[in-house]
């Protein structure tokens, strides 16, 4: 079993990749606000916005088929880690 830091790390790795949108490595206010609102919004269109972003791997405005399987394979050994 990994340890919950791993499993952290992950998240927060996530989690800023859905608030960075312009992907320059900082979040800035606007983008805060943006990703904030995904995160608590009931609107389905902003959620699904929001989850476009973090496949969206290299941020090309696209999911590629590397992109998503990048995701995926990232998300299985989340879950992996949160199970075992």
């Given amino acids: 079993k990994l340890s919950e830091s791993v499993i952290q790390k992950e998240i927060q790795s996530i989690l800023f990749r859905l608030f960075d949108i312009n992907r320059d490595g900082k979040i800035d206010f606007g983008e805060f606000l943006i990703g904030f609102h995904a995160l608590t919004t009931n609107h389905l269109a902003q ?23 990048k995701t995926l394979r990232r998300s299985g050994k989340t879950s992996k880690k949160i199970l075992n």
């Fill in 47 to 69: 959620r699904a916005a929001g989850i476009f972003h973090v496949y969206d791997v290299n941020g090309d405005g696209v999911i590629s088929r590397d992109d998503m399987l």
